[in-house]
């Protein structure tokens, strides 16, 4: 069946982000021990960011490293999770296609540039029916799933629970929130970095395309929103 957009919740996120970076950024820089930092927290919030600000500005990423977040996804395209896997410093549980056969008719994702053309559409309705016959076929024949997904599409729909730590989404918001990412993968870290802006509104400045970081932009193809590298 053809699933709706992709959906994210966040479903771990620590409530003292702040305290915890904030203490990681003091304990490199004052005399006092990190326990009693964190005993004797008496900064306001907005002190916090400062500090914050001024030390991951100057590229001490470590003191962001401490904070994890996790994500669960629903009605993602293998060709997007695919993408998404290629983040090492990220943790992933994903929907196997091995031990979860697929019954009645698989899920899947399709583009939206092809959901856009009702003709193309239909075609790709069609296959992915196609598709879903002949891997009934596989099944009822005896062969397992594990082997029996070999015909399965890129486009074919999966759910994955995402970890990572405050460096990495940024790193991963740097690179696929650019216009030149595919554009599921780019819709799916959106709504992720969303979330998170949602319950820490000062990391959208952070969770944003590596050209708005960098200034310039480096690609070959460039969208033309930010000058080249080089001119
Ligand atoms: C627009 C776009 C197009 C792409 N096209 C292709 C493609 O055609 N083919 C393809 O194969 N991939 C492609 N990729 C994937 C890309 O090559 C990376 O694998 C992916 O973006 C993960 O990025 P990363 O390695 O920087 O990040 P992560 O794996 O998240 O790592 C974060 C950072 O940690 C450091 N790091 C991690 N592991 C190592 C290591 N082993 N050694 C040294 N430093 C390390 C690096 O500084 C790295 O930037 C594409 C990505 C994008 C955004």
Redesign the pocket.
Known sequence: MPKKSVEVELISFPENLLDTIYVACRTCYSPQGAIEIYNNLNATDEQKLSLIEKVISSGHYSTIEHVQVTFAINNISRAATH?LV?????SFSQKSQRYVKEKAEFDYCMPTSIEANKALAAKFQKHMEDTHHLYLELIAQGIKAEDARAILPNAAASSIVVS?NLR?LI??AN??L?T???YE?RLTVRKMCTLVEEKAPWLANHLVPKCERLGYCD?DNSCGKMPKKNG
């Open positions: 993408q290629r983040h090492r410093h990220a990572m990495e790193h991963l690179l696929r650019c030149r990412a595919q993968i690609e």
